[in-house]
């Protein structure tokens, strides 16, 4: 699946989770007012992308990163696709969730990724661009997104390794209780 379907996935789930939320006056909801936060999503990069033009993107030069990220990305997690089919995954899940977000704020960027892609840009390289164009202004929030998702990852882990210890103390306990009582067999 190519990163256009998955944002446009992406935003019409995004709609629907919003349309049941809680509003607030300026009619966003209490979901979006977190997410908005957590993704980097602020009025200050807003007022950014919207100094953003076509020729913006058009003269920005992908070269030196064209080698360096078909190379990143081959040991990201499989999908359950073959590597033949998707052999690097373009965006992150942080960077595929704010692009949404960013695409539904503001018109602007919308407008000129609906100029750009496909016909001048593709759209990885569009991303891309955004992404280095905005680095300073969201670095922040990605390195939090990434920090608390290695936070969830080590507590799954913890709380994995304490049921198996668990499990490992109520069979260990069984199997004394049979050996005190004579009983070799279950």
Aim: hydrophobic share 30%; glycine share 4%.
């Amino acid at each position: 699946m190519n990163i256009a379907s998955r944002i446009r996935r992406s935003f019409f789930r995004e709609k629907k989770e919003y349309s049941d939320g809680n509003s607030l006056k300026n009619g966003s909801t209490v979901k979006e007012e977190g997410k908005d936060e957590i993704l980097g999503v602020t009025d200050e990069l807003i007022d950014h992308v919207r100094s953003f033009t076509v020729d913006t993107f058009k003269n920005y030069s992908l070269e030196d990163e064209e080698e360096e990220v078909s190379v990143s990305h081959l040991g990201d997690e499989d999908n359950g696709m073959s590597s033949s089919v998707n052999v690097k995954k373009d965006l992150s899940d942080w960077q595929e969730n704010h692009a949404v977000l960013m695409l539904s704020k503001s018109k602007e960027l919308s407008q000129m990724r609906f100029k750009l892609c496909p016909r001048l840009l593709k759209e990885h390289q569009f991303w891309r661009i955004y992404f280095q164009l905005v680095r300073k202004l969201v670095a922040k929030y990605e390195v939090l997104a990434i920090q608390q998702a290695k936070i969830r990852r080590i507590a799954m882990e913890d709380s994995k390794t304490c049921e198996t210890k668990g499990v490992y103390e109520v069979e260990m306990s069984e199997t004394k209780q049979r050996l005190s009582t004579g009983s070799a067999t279950p």
